[in-house]
């Protein structure tokens, strides 16, 4: 129970910060390219995680394949994954259809997880789909179709594969890897791999400001750090169909926040999404335990 209980506290808070990031990305991308934005982030990151590795002084990798599991998965889920989703964006693709493509995401992890072993109950497909729909009922206000280029198309597609891929490699590759030390081995690949491309398709340039170092500060703390760390605990309590669905809610909570923030009224059909993404995300988390109790 107390187990269920942290799970759950770690669930919410990683719907409330992944739902914030859209919001604190839309404003960091405003003072730095995608690329250039990225490689801020994952410095700043590295920043954070060196004294606390210093001080907890957590396990390291103890062969090459473990090394080389946790790059690969670093790649995919930190540079491989951001750089799609944000330069979806910055290429005019707008919110409504990022955020529908970027949904699939658990769906897509069902597929792959079944022919990987894990059983999905036919409830759980309900509640992905009912998911994906209600997501684009919440959205639908937002979508532009002339906003879509082949290059937007190919950065978010990109994005939505390698957070899959990236996901289900950690959890089948890197079960025991020390979270902390893991963390500040991805950045650093991750800084690795965008520093160049910063510099050569966009000159590096950025316009320092306090709203851009919020946004890299929130991202890279609340999101990069803490957020993705309580994904990855989720995914060792739990099968992947569960946990990912969770993916569903994050949408729902930028909505809110974009209320809050720039006072942007949700339209009726947005509401009913709300209510259909929620449905759905009940039925694709809920515990095979609990159904069994109620038989």
Known sequence: MKQQRNDALLAWYFVVVWGSGFI??????????????????????????????????????????????????????????????????Y?????????????????AT??????????VSSRQWL????GFAGVALIV????DIRAVTIGSLVAVITGLAALTAGTLYQRKFCPTVDLRSGALIQFAVSLAALLPLSIA?????????????????FLVIGASILAVNALHTLMRHGEA??????????????????????????????LIGIAVTSVGVALAIQRKQARDNMR
């Not at 946990?243 to 947005?270: C, N």
């Open 24 to 89: 604190a990305t839309k404003i960091g991308i405003q003072y730095a390219a995608p690329f250039t934005f990225l490689s801020l982030r994952f410095a700043f990151g590295i920043l954070c995680l060196i004294p606390l590795v210093i001080w907890i002084k957590p396990a390291w990798p103890s062969t090459k394949r473990e090394w080389l599991h946790i790059i690969v998965a670093g790649l995919l889920m930190h540079a491989i994954h951001l750089s799609g989703s944000h330069y979806a964006q």
């Open 91 to 107: 290429l005019g693709m707008s919110a409504g259809i990022a955020a529908v493509i970027l949904a699939l995401q658990p769906l």
């Open 110 to 119: 069902a597929l792959i997880a079944r022919g990987n072993g894990d059983r």
């Open 127 to 130: 509640g992905i789909a009912l």
């Open 140 to 143: 639908w206000h937002k979508v």
């Open 201 to 217: 398709f966009e000159g590096a340039k950025v316009q320092w400001s306090w709203p851009l170092l919020g946004s890299i500060a």
């Open 241 to 270: 169909t569960r946990v990912t669905s969770m993916l569903y809610l994050p949408p729902i909570f930028a909505v809110a926040m974009e209320y809050l923030v720039f006072g942007v009224v949700p339209t009726g059909i947005s």
